[in-house]
């Protein structure tokens, strides 16, 4: 059977599926059973929620204020536009792929409007919302720190974007005004539950395109002959969580970066390079050369730039898109001024 | 034709230096000068690639044809011409 695809998004109309009765009927609307208890659960799992609901906005948004619920969900649309437009507006803001919505709603019209024009978007008759708890699409493998932070850390996300969009002068002005910190240490077997799901998440910055499964990390953890190195950053409006993960075979000689993957939120950043950058300082101290390995795959065009520019030079490269990179580290680059980077003592002994 | 001035301004717009008033003239290399994130990587070979309708491939995804604004033209000059071939 095809593995189903999981939901990183549930999308909600508002009217005979999150409240009984219209709003703009009656002001007197009442949550159905259950349904809070519902979305706090999914919320906890990491699950997004957002709104998309032909409704008066100040109206239902106060309604769900006085409900106790409006915070839960991210980027809301609440118009009169057809929902197809109001899911593609929430599938870029969130940066998800459309299979990672699940939409749901009372009405037939609406989950056909919406399956006519994005194929892939999951939806779910309203009357069946208490299934919701037991489907597996809504049941992540792990429950990490960060998945449960995650909504948290897409509201804080929200507050940088409107800064950013405020501010005018060079953006790395805006960057150095942020605060930012960059902490890498060696992976402990807490991390690896968030490892796992980065290697999975992450698409656009993933330097093989391949996941590795939690067995296999703690295996490669745990071996004197791999340093499994997981980052974090934060900045004044809070945390990113774990964003990224670099597995790197330590050989005599040779430093051979297997795996690099950054988490998509930072690309913006500007601190995308910046455990690479680690990895190759710290690489040269102990007198190695580095090898890196990448393969094509159609998405992660960055990576390829980045370790180019970054000085690697292409070894070998087979038809199948895979490369193999070198660096004889001759030249290593700073940091960026704009950045703290933090490195627990005693690293790497 | 000379594109120099359309990269000197991408460059300009995108990269912002130490000082306030630093400049960088056509044969400064500014990878050197400053630390370069992956986003001012992409963008640059994405502004390249789309303006020029020209397609950058690994063979030419080295750091020596980018790091000044004369290699990064040099660069733009060499690709639309073989277009020009091709047609």
Known sequence: MERLKDIKCVVWDLDHTIWDGVLLESGDVKLRARIKEVIEQLDRRGILHSIASKNDAELAWAKLTELGIAEYFLYPEIHWDAKSISIQRIQQNINIGMDAILFVDDQPFELEEVKSVHADVQVLHADHYETMLNDPRLMPRFITADSSRRRQMYQADTLRKQAEEQYEGPSEKFLASLGMKFTIYEATEDDLQRAEELTVRTNQLNATGITYSYEELHQLMTSQDYLLLVCELEDKYGTYGKIGLALIHKQPDIWRLNMLLMSCRVMSRGAGSVLLTYIMREARQQGKQMLADFRETGRNRMMNISYRFAGFTQLSADPDGKIVFSHDLKQVVEFPDYIEVCVPERQHQ | ?87
Do not use: W
Request: no cysteine; aromatic share 10%.
């Open chain 2, 1 to 87: 034709m000379d594109y120099r001035q359309e990269i000197r301004e991408f460059i300009g717009n995108n990269l912002t230096m130490e000082h306030e008033d630093a400049q960088i003239s056509d044969n400064d290399n500014y990878f050197e000068m400053r630390f370069v994130n992956s986003l001012f990587a992409m963008r640059l070979v994405d502004f390249v690639e789309r303006r020029f309708q020209i397609e950058i491939g690994n063979d030419d995804l080295d750091l020596a044809n980018f790091s000044t604004i004369n290699r990064l033209h040099d660069l733009i000059e060499r690709k639309l011409a073989a277009k020009e071939v091709a047609r």
